[in-house]
């Protein structure tokens, strides 16, 4: 069961890989005119669909292989969040989300890492956005001894994703960064915390008011979560 289980999962890895790449598949009906076609709306709708409901079944869960296997799923469901088709990519964040929930108990560290993993990616705006809208929902469940490496990493990425010119990104950030500074602020080193007034300070600049704002409000959040942090704390 749990071969046949992997071997459905990889097969839908690979579908959606192909269309998003352009390679066609072949039909299995064989009165077809067309011998070959990209997936449809509808199959990858029902892929999407499949996805958390294998990933989080005890047969594929078992399997030595897991970790890779789910960050395959997780990186599928953020890609298709970048779908043409607005009916996909609801479908995509809606299995992302079923995904979070059905591993949440057993494989809430590796959640975190595979949502770090896409925000570093730095890629498309909704998956990028999806991805850190995520994070800040959940890092307030980062293990205590998780927190000074994730925030180590993460800072790097919050400054490259500040200088993204989108108004839907700066607003998620904006967002994400206060829910992320709230939890992980008091492990920042008061260096990091001076790179990254660096970086968001030239945006208060900015033609754009959302991007003005976004700046505006990760300043506060790194002046308020550092004043209010006991010495003891910082840099841990």
């Given amino acids: 069961m749990s071969l046949a289980a992997a071997d459905k999962l990889l097969k839908i890895f690979d579908a959606l890989k192909n269309f998003r790449e352009g390679i066609p598949v072949p039909d299995p009906n064989p009165l077809a005119k067309k011998k070959e076609s990209l997936l449809s709306k509808k199959e990858r709708i029902l892929h999407l669909n499949n996805i958390p409901e294998l990933i989080c079944?005890?047969?594929?869960?078992?399997?030595?292989?897991?970790?890779?296997?789910?960050?395959?799923?997780?990186?599928?469901?953020?890609?298709?969040?970048?779908?043409?088709?607005?009916?996909?990519?609801?479908?995509?964040?809606?299995?992302?989300?079923?995904?979070?929930?059905?591993?949440?108990?057993?494989?809430?560290?590796?959640?975190?890492?595979?949502?770090?993993?896409?925000?570093?990616?730095n890629d498309s705006a909704r998956g990028l956005r999806a991805a850190l809208s995520?994070?800040?929902?959940?890092?307030?469940?980062?293990?205590?001894?998780?927190?000074?490496?994730?925030?180590?990493?993460?800072?790097?990425?919050?400054?490259?994703?500040?200088?993204?010119?989108?108004?839907?990104?700066?607003?998620?950030?904006a967002t994400a960064m206060q829910k992320i500074m709230y939890v992980l602020g008091s492990f920042t080193s008061d260096t990091e915390v001076k790179q990254l007034l660096k970086t968001f300070l030239p945006n208060l600049r900015s033609s754009s008011a959302t991007t003005r704002r976004t700046a505006a409000s990760g300043l506060l959040s790194f002046v308020d979560i550092r004043a209010n942090q006991p010495s003891s704390m910082n840099g841990c």
């Fill in 134 to 173: 995520r994070f800040g929902d959940l890092c307030h469940l980062i293990r205590p001894h998780k927190c000074r490496p994730f925030i180590a990493n993460l800072l790097p990425c919050i400054a490259r994703i500040s200088m993204r010119t989108e108004e839907t990104i700066q607003e998620t950030l």
């Fill in 57 to 121: 079944s005890s047969a594929i869960r078992s399997l030595s292989e897991f970790p890779k296997i789910l960050a395959i799923a997780v990186d599928s469901l953020f890609s298709s969040c970048d779908d043409q088709e607005s009916d996909v990519r609801l479908v995509a964040g809606e299995s992302l989300n079923k995904l979070i929930k059905g591993l949440m108990d057993t494989f809430l560290g590796r959640i975190h890492v595979e949502l770090y993993k896409e925000i570093k990616k």
